[in-house]
């Protein structure tokens, strides 16, 4: 099965979706290596029509190349920079589903490589750890490790990590905690994204966990208080001008009815159509 209306050819499209089945460093709940296919399924509930963006999914040039499967960290690190790195020397715009946020390194590496970059990371959690179960490049480490290459890193929506990661993240990253967002709303807090961003290309991971366990139960470590899917969806609409890679890791669809995969499979299309636009000079204020 393919992402809904997602039948473009690989060398006509715009977009590539990569689904990375791998969640061998998660402790808590583990199975988002099925996530992928979970997401697709969903992806079939709606329409191929946007009304906002007034375009159908299936005219945006999506190519789904499907999964690849890894047994060990260390193979998906070195073996999916390589594969990121071929989608953006061909000019795609990769948008890779995982599996576990140690996905997002590799990916983030291989865009950093042709471009000046700025991650943009939607999380419940720091994900600052030296390691993480003996391993430096576990799930739980990914910002610590995007931060160590000297890549400039904002997260937004953080609201648990222990008291090193908080130290060494505010030293060397910018830090959106869900009080700020409760406090400030989501509308402000993005405006200074916009302008710290300046027109450098951006990186976003969506960590499925910093949307509030009410509306996406079914994730690896679900974390109370977090962001409302509508409120994600402002967030992609805002940024998606400047992204040139993609990803969503973290749901365990056995932990629920199927909910978090089909907010999911929302984000990514809401994703799509507001990139698209773009591309395509609708101007984005007019759908955020
Ligand atoms: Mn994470
Ligand atoms: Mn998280």
Redesign the pocket.
Known sequence: MIFADSGSDYASSKYVIHGVLFDGTSSFRTGSRWAPEAIRKASQNYEAYDFDCDRDLSELLVHDMGDTEYGNLNEMVVDLEKTTSRLVEDEKVPITLGGE?SVTFPCVKALAREMELVVVIF???L?FREDYLGNEFGHACVARNISDLGIPLIQVGIRSGARDEYKHALDTSVIYTMQQIRREGIKKILKEIGSSVRGRAVYLSI?M?SIDPAFAPGVG?PEPYGLTPLELRTAIRRLAPNVSGFDLV?ITPDYDMGMSSMVGAKLVRDFLFAHSSFVTKTTIKEIV
């Open positions: 946020h999380d419940a959690h994900d960590d966990d470590n973290e």
